[in-house]
């Protein structure tokens, strides 16, 4: 069974505090993810890795940047948290295999709130 | 680029019933599709997939339809049971390592 972990399942910050999400996936995947999830919104794509040290933009990236300096773990940092920046957080992880058959795995999420 | 809706925020059904859940996408070249499922406290759970050479395919107790011509897809649920209750979402494989998801359907089961 794939397992994805997160660092914490709930944290609250105060505005203009650095903040680190971890996460770490145990399959060996390539690519990992970083989604937050607000209602109404759906999953939004922030940031993922396809291998070691790569990274690429998402669809919201501003504000977020992270880190992968091993395979297994992939760090989400948020330079200087803001109250816009409180949302669910997920992370995810595949194989990397060719287009059209790469199922995602997701961790339990980080409940942030930033105040 | 690739937008994904759902046709309804929630849904109620009765144990027992079948449950649809109904998914739109727009780029006619989009060809993976993926539902989750996420209950509460946890993250997304692969339920099933089609390709799009196939217009069905059948799990345990799911199934999921493909309309390529609407661009329409649809995740029916068996014989309903509480266990289901959980929001769903579809998505869709862009390509490029890109997976664009609906908003979700919460699905409500009455005993």
């Known amino acids: 069974d794939v397992k994805v972990t997160q660092s914490s399942r709930y944290l609250v910050k105060r505005t203009g505090e650095k903040v680190f999400l971890e996460c770490v996936q145990d399959m060996d995947h390539e690519n990992m993810f970083w989604y937050r999830q607000d209602p109404g919104l759906g999953l939004r794509l922030i940031y993922f890795s396809y291998d070691v040290k790569m990274k690429e933009k998402g669809d919201i990236p501003e504000g977020y940047s992270v880190s992968r300096e091993k395979k297994e773990r992939f760090s989400l940092i948020l330079e200087s948290a803001s109250t816009n920046q409180t949302s669910m957080y997920l992370c995810?992880?595949?194989?990397?295999?060719?287009?059209?058959?790469?199922?995602?795995?997701f961790g339990p999420g980080t409940r942030l709130t930033v105040l | 680029g690739e937008s994904v809706g759902l046709h309804l925020p929630t849904l109620s059904v009765q144990e027992g019933d079948n449950s649809i859940i109904n998914c739109a996408y727009s780029?006619?070249?989009?060809?993976?599709f993926i539902w989750y499922k996420q209950e509460s406290g946890k993250g997304p759970q692969f339920i099933i997939d089609i390709r799009s050479n196939m217009d069905k395919r059948q799990g345990q107790r799911v199934t999921v339809l493909l309309n390529k011509t609407v661009k329409h897809l649809s995740l029916q649920i068996a014989a309903t049971q509480p266990g289901d209750s959980a929001v769903y979402f579809c998505a869709v494989d862009t390509g490029g390592f890109k997976t664009i998801f609906g908003a979700g359907t919460r699905l409500f089961v009455k005993a």
């Open positions: 995810a992880s595949s194989l990397g295999t060719a287009r059209g058959t790469d199922t995602q795995y």
């Open positions: 780029n006619s070249a989009s060809d993976y």
